[in-house]
């Protein structure tokens, strides 16, 4: 006869979190992830104590694997970590006990970075919870998780790819070359304090509105799809930005944010301003921006926003239906395409174009996202400018069998795979080919520099790549349509 298991009372929950606070001490128990709390609220029943016991060992586990890669790693940066430098580190280690308490506190072993600050003096609002594996306790609501570990610092810039192509590369249709783009480009500057997005699940702004202390951490954690700011990442070389905007419903009317489950701090008009700048510095390179998404935005909203692209860029918008290559571009001073999703809009506007078609596949694994991506290359690349997003997407049941993880650390195991697919990607007209690019940190290894030399494949002929090229031209006359051209087409390698 089994063990009968019993579910926890609000006592045996105290129990626990004492015991834990007690075997850990504070810094640890003051920042576990709230795995019952999240399983209460998504409508599960309460775990038995075992159960409850099973998930204490598996997040323990979880936490002594990102230590041990922490100390592996060694001298890999941490956003967001600590400025001073190993040798004054030393220095305060050889003094031992002569240190002041603030000294012993600062020089405890670093917390892994996805997890909020302990409770300090605030003035911000707070919670103080128990939940089964700890508790989350006096988190200030302007606090936020830092960066996971990542691969930023040798970065290449490729600020200036556009101006350095070679002459023949010049003259190919931007909807041909290889362009790399940034997925959620704005997600560097979401705001800590802000509500969830209206656009997300009712559970979720449920957790928001009554635990926004337990809710934000975890979903800037899985929101958070880049670390480089937008000058940055067109330094690095990005030229398709991903720009969600929306009006937050009781914002300024006239101040528009971006959005990706929270709003950012930076408005979009500044943005707007900051790219146009960078532009001024780099007069042969072009940018795509996306607008997309709209939430909260009226009629009235979406002239404000076309005025604002209007002031802002002038000249360098590039008309619709004037598509043409890097060459033509430059003669016209033309610099930026404006892809946006409102259809009403776009009629009214010879400015902006419509929204670019975006592969997205909603994946979780590297495998599975590439088999899609692949099928959508059978059946076929769209006309005009269109991207291939290599960005994974993490699902519930994902989240809550990692409940330390966050999207860069789902992501970072996979990018030799995705990275593999890249390299094996084709530039060009043809029905296989890719044109646009997009991915979620794009600082990390040279993501950049794989999408931009691809198109060192359109100088030479290419296994694979067959592409019509005219062999002859033949004349007739004298039709009931006059005269005409017939072109005789052959089959063999070479560029359109």
Known sequence: MGMKTVSPTWDDLMTLHLSQRLEQGPARSAYQIPTLSLLQCSGHSSPSISTIGRMKEREKEELEEEEEEEEQNGSRGVRGSSSRGREQEEEEEAQGPTRSPSSRHNQRRPRPPHRPAPCKASSSPSCFLPIAGGVVAGTPMGSAPASAPGRTAGRKKHENWMAELPPRLRTVPLHHLSI???????????????????????????????????????????????????????DCGIRYLDLRIAHVADGSEKNLHFVHMVYTTALVEDTLTEISEW?????????????????????????????????????????????RSLQQLWERGYQ??????????????????????????????????????????????????????????????????????????MTLPNLPRLEAWIRGQIPGPGCKCINIIAGDFVGLDDFVGDVIGLNEKLLKPWPGLRLPFVRSVAVTGRSPRAEHWTERLGEGDGIL
């Open 279 to 323: 532009l001024q510095q780099h007069p042969k390179e072009v940018v795509i921006l996306a607008c997309r998404n709209f939430e909260g935005m009226t009629d009235g909203l979406h002239q404000y926003l076309v005025s604002c692209i209007k002031n802002i860029f002038g000249d360098t918008l590039c008309p619709r239906d004037e598509f």
């Open 180 to 234: 790399p783009g940034s997925h959620d480009t704005m997600t560097y500057c979401l705001n800590r304090n802000s509500p969830v997005s209206k656009n997300e699940s009712k559970l979720l702004r449920f957790l928001d509105r009554v635990a926004p202390c337990i809710a934000r951490p975890v979903v800037l954690k899985w929101s958070v799809t880049q670390e480089l700011n937008v000058t940055e990442q067109l």
């Open 336 to 409: 930026v395409v404006v892809s946006y999703e409102d259809e009403e809009t776009v009629s009214g506007h010879r400015e902006l174009w419509p929204a670019a078609p975006y592969w997205w596949g909603d994946k979780v694994k590297a495998d599975d996202l590439v088999r899609y991506l692949e099928a959508m290359k059978d059946v076929g690349r769209p006309d005009g400018l269109f991207v291939a997003g290599i960005n994974l997407t993490e699902n519930l049941q994902y989240v809550l069998a990692h409940p330390a993880g966050s999207l860069k650390k």
